[in-house]
């Protein structure tokens, strides 16, 4: 196979310093792996690292620091026939930690190597996540009071399938690069090496230092037993090919006339938990089915189930522009939580307003007509009795008609819940 | 005609896809995560790919791959995110990568209100990435222009292969519409121009007819160069001044000169008004409805509504304000897009009406305000 390199931008590493070596070493890869150029994409990140993809003749991105596997993920996602390799220094790798731990954990087939000399060579030689404690580098004492990170332990602990610690020195880089490439699945390769620019200025490490480290470490060479599992992309295209596509929404036709004319505002106020969002959804079905325009605005808190759960309904044959609604002409007050949220409405409401309350909500005094219903009594659990509220404005002919809650439930239900919610409509006793 | 229930988001989603958007990416935020939800029920199965990132830096930055290896694209947010998503806008400005970025505003700043409703971040979109280059921003004032205008967004970012912003809002985007969807007109679908055959392929040569350079994707047969450095034609970094200076200024032309031909916008002109309102967004339902109040009265005023926000349409706001002496500018927020109004109509009395309280301005404000006058 032909050399990858590119001629027409020669290294520019600084004599000595094991990039050099590296990327000549990864070319010998690509040429024993017999790839062309356009097989390949090199995704680089920042730093002396993030020159990588100048020197392939293969496609290339070079990107912000730390954010190479992000743009590796993409590209990987959307053209799974590539070999998508990135190279990202010690810098990009601890300001890109997250992105780092999340590619362990995808397994999606990417090769990382991980440049690591120990220093931000370009910017100065300041201290990376990787620089030891006792080395002398441009962050003055910072590096003494930090502990450095090993990126090996970490990528198997997040569930990276293939983890390789090695010298840029070692004899079989080349196989060991290919091996990592070949690899389907996250691959991390840890390469040890020398900043002659900056940091083996003021510290002794050599090939041999190196080796003689790395010794010491537990080894970590290639395969992740314990990680072992299926790769992203091919596990996500098997998944998506079962799922069922999603219908448009459905489409409901105007079969009934609404009992009031005009514009009606209704809100719900209840308590999380309440169902009061289902409520005001069906509330809007059922305008749907007398062919009115509808709006629906909820309010709820962060909170999921404590706190008010507020739905504001408008139905109008109308176009609806402005939906705020200060003076609905009916008020479902269920939970007192929503009530008391919304306590200032009630003052203002016109005469011919209608709330149903549920027995034992207290509203604040108004001018509207109240009708009160013992939910309790007959039975109907406070999470029922927002859908028992839209029977009693149906029964009482007030913004919808039983029609019309009976074809918004057929619209917005399936079996069993829809024969349930059709007998409690039913079953609810206005009086 | 029979009518949907959906959310202003849902009607993004959708929209998007029937633009040919096949690749979304997200991180969960209110009130923008309902388009996530939406997406992840739609692309899968249509053979596209819907993924959740670690964070808002990770998402945008694989729909950026995504994108150059040629699939649309598109991701939302909310304020917060959107601070994250900064980096990643000024790499597809620079480096010209098509993306749709959603943001649905919510009252900040920072966390601000979880969840209330805002136009808090309208000059952000603009000027919220390094560089300070000019961005495409559609804002929708309903779940019709949800559907609509985010068709547009992927045309104008592929044609100018450019981030295209549809500024949303929680109020539009988590309330629930009646909705036609196949009633709604749809745009001619745009893709991003294929290189002239016959050529070495340079990924940012510009030819003599064009702003933008022509599009391959990584992964094809030609090679494709890709960098976020500033760049000559081949893709490679330059330290040319001359080619940097052109660079840059053609990034600032192809979209600034462009903005007549989507300068969309509702304009609703009463010959016996001396005031017009200009506003954009949710705030353009009351301000029709105060609209319509003032002619009832015998009290008339104009309205115009943008719905391109950035760049300025200034051709089309000096036209419309042309014969007015008071222009009233209505925004849900504490004054940020009145600048430009100013800023281009100097020889007019610009007053300002503004609320940043997580309520919606109403038509009664809006009247009051062009009582002020």
Redesign the interface.
Known sequence: MSNLLNKS?PLVFCPGCSHERIARILDKSFQNMGLN??QI?M?SDIGCSGLF??FF????????HG?A???????????P??NVVVTMGDGGMGIGG??I??ACRRNLDLTLLVLNNFNFGMTGGQFSATTPPDAQVGSGFLNRIERPLDVCEVACSAGATYVTRCSAYRKDLEEEIERAIRHEGFSVLDIWGVCTGRYSKRNKLTPQVIDETLAKLPPREGIVENNDRDEYGRY?RE??ES????P???????KFDPPESGRQEVIILGDAGQRIITA??IL??A??TA????????EYN?TVLRGPSISELILSPED?????I?RPAAIVAIGQEGVDRRANLFEHLDKDALIILAKGVEVPPGNAKVHLIDFKKQGIKTHDRALASLSVLAKLNKVINPEMLQSALEARFKEPVLTSALGLVDRVDIA | MPLSLMEGNEAIAWGAVNAGCRFYAGYPITPATTIFNTMLKLLPPMGGICIQGEDEIASIGSCLGASMAGLKVMTATSGPGLSLYSEHISFAIGSEIPIVIVVVQRLGPSTGSATRGADGDIQFMRWGSSGGLPVIVLAPVDINDCFSLTMHAFNLAEEFRCPVFIASNKEIAMTKESIDMDAIPRPELKERAAPPPGKPFLPFEIGSDRMAPCFLPIGDEVLVRQTSSTHGPDGYITTDFDQIGKNQERLRKKIVSAVDSFSFCEAYMEDDADTLVITYGVTARAAKEAFMDQKGEGKPVSLLVLKTIWPVPEDLIKKKAKSFKHVVVVEMNLGQYVREIQRILPDKKIHFFGQMNGKLITPHQIKEAIANV
Do not use: W
Request: include cysteine; aromatic fraction near 6%.
């Open positions: 931008r150029g356009n994409a995704v993809d100048t003749n293969t496609h290339a991105m070079h990107g912000l954010r596997l992000t743009y590796a993920t993409g590209l990987k996602l959307a053209r026939e590539l997250a992105h731990l999340s996500y998944v998506s799922q069922k596509p999603t448009p929404p459905a489409k409901i036709e105007k005001g959804d809007c079905f305008g749907l062919g009115l325009n509808v709006t629906q605005k909820n962060i609806i522009g402005f939906n705020g200060d």
